[in-house]
């Protein structure tokens, strides 16, 4: 993967991450605002790698660092309920 592909899908996951945080926000609370979140998705070892890296660069310079391990995305799934296409012509 590109340097542009691993930073998009880290900005998916943190996307993805956030919405998962706002469902538990229990757990927004206990993460410090100056922590630096990691990404380590067991779907793709180049992405972990990349991210461990980062977090490495990180914890020298004195950030607390918070690890999100994942399995993977799951598929997206539509949230319209019974859609019904009328086509014209």
């Known amino acids: 993967m590109s340097e542009e592909e691993l ?14 945080l706002l469902d538990n926000p229990e ?3 206990k993460i410090s605002p100056e922590a630096v979140i990691v990404f380590l998705d067991e779907s793709n070892p180049e992405l972990s790698k990349y991210n461990l890296s980062l977090a490495e660069k990180a914890e020298r310079e004195g950030q ?12 997206e ?8 296409l009328v086509f014209s012509r």
């Open 7 to 20: 930073i998009r899908k880290n900005i998916e996951l943190s996307t993805e991450f956030g919405k998962y």
């Open 77 to 84: 799934v539509t949230r319209l309920l019974q859609p019904h």
């Open 64 to 75: 607390p660092i918070v690890q999100v391990q994942i399995k993977g995305l799951a598929p």
């Open 27 to 29: 757990l927004a609370e």
